[in-house]
């Protein structure tokens, strides 16, 4: 099975900073690298499919890059309602499989 | 507009069986894949199987095989989990999401429910 790790587990930041987040996959998995972002309570919403694609309707101070096991999401900017936990998932092959999160916090 | 509701909060005690469900409107319910993704209290996100609506054909994360049935009813547009002998560590926020479309090319969600939480207590 396809294991995604995540780092950091968590970072803190201030508004207006440039966040990187960083997803490692066990084996290459292509692009087929997702990343969502969770708020307290809510469900998890899509920001970025396929590695690099926006999600319709999602500022576009969310980047997604990478390909085979290393993945990066970068938020430039930093806005208030951006502090959430932000997890990516892996769709190679079943079983799908999410990273640990990554929590931003405000410093 | 698509739609995924989810049954209410439960309170159950170890033992006792359980079905949720997931009824999905505002789009064709046997053109796109049902995830289930488990999120027990303060943890991140376990993705716990999936379903075509079209034929019921599943598949499982191995941590969960054998513990929970996966099921739809394409004639209601709903999706269903199910547990036979809950137990405390069952208790968690359980979500359904829809896939992007039918076939593993589409195995990422913008559209999920609201989740149901199991609470599984003595």
């Known amino acids: 099975d396809i294991q995604m790790t995540q780092s950091p587990s968590s970072l803190s930041a201030s508004v207006g900073d440039r966040v990187t987040i960083t997803c490692r996959a066990s084996?290459?998995?292509?692009?087929?690298l997702h990343w969502y972002q969770q708020k307290l309570g809510e469900a998890p919403k899509l920001l970025i499919y396929s590695a690099s694609s926006l999600q319709s309707g999602v500022p576009s101070r969310f980047r997604g890059s990478g390909s085979g096991t290393d993945f990066t999401l970068t938020i430039s900017n930093l806005q208030p309602e951006d502090f959430a936990i932000y997890y990516c998932?892996?769709?190679?092959?079943?079983?799908?499989?999410f990273g640990g999160g990554t929590k931003v916090e405000v410093k | 507009e698509v739609q995924l509701v989810q049954s209410g909060a439960e309170v159950k005690k170890p033992g006792e069986s359980l079905t949720i469900s997931c009824k999905g409107s505002?789009?064709?319910?046997?053109?796109?894949?049902i995830t289930w993704v488990r999120q027990m209290p303060g943890k991140g996100l376990e993705w716990m199987g999936r379903?075509?609506?079209?034929?019921?054909?599943?598949k499982y994360g191995p941590s969960f095989q054998g513990h929970v049935t996966i099921s739809a009813d394409k004639s209601n547009s709903t999706a269903y989990l199910q547990w036979s002998s809950l137990k405390a560590s069952d208790s968690a926020i359980y979500y359904c999401?829809?896939?992007?479309?039918?076939?593993?090319?589409?195995?990422?969600?913008?559209?999920w429910g609201q989740g149901t939480l199991i609470t599984v207590s003595s």
């Open positions: 084996q290459s998995i292509s692009n087929f």
């Open positions: 505002g789009y064709s319910f046997t053109s796109y894949w």
């Open positions: 998932q892996q769709s190679f092959s079943p079983p799908l499989a």
């Open positions: 379903i075509d609506p079209t034929d019921s054909y599943t």
């Open positions: 999401a829809r896939h992007e479309g039918s076939s593993s090319y589409y195995e990422y969600f913008h559209h």
